[in-house]
């Protein structure tokens, strides 16, 4: 069994500009910039048999470079928060190349979770509780990068992740690329 993601990389200059964006940010378990991306379809634990049909459909995904931003920072958890990210414009043919992976997961037979699509790159998984003083602080942080703007940038794949979990970080190890042609 693999656990695996399907995801976008970012180009050098959006990694940078996002590192600075969190610079001294210590609060939860903070995503190191090698780390950084944009998940499109979590697959779980999945045998190799599927994970190589699915390889097999993503090869002809095509659909054209992608030029995406972002703005500022936000909470997934209401009023438990449990991620802190940097939130990545909706963008029309993001969304249309989210869904078109998801039908070609569920066509190599692996089940996703049906989940809402917030485009963003996790910057710190949150403990199940915030203290006080860490409240603070992310807030302070959330309001200092609020109005921040990630310059455009350009995605031409769409890559295949191994995560293997490890007590300081997960290492994130690509297994196959998808150039985004049209």
Known sequence: ???????????????AAVTRMADRLDIGRVVPPENYHITLAYLG??????????????EGIGSGPLTLSGQGVDLFGGDKPRVLFAAIDPDPALVA??????????MAG???RHEKFRPHITLSRLPGRVDPAERTRLEAFI?????VRLPPFDVHELTLFQSTLRDDAPLYTPLASYPLTG
Do not use: S
């Not at 069994?1 to 990694?15: N, S, Y």
């Not at 599927?50 to 097999?56: A, D, Q, S």
């Open 1 to 15: 069994m693999i656990r695996a993601f399907l995801a976008l990389q970012l180009p050098d200059a959006t990694v």
């Open 45 to 58: 634990e999945q045998p190799e048999d599927k994970l190589e049909e699915l390889h097999l459909r993503l």
């Open 97 to 106: 190349l989210r869904d078109r992976v998801r039908r070609m997961v569920r």
């Open 110 to 112: 692996i089940d996703l």
């Open 143 to 147: 309001a200092r990068n609020t109005g």
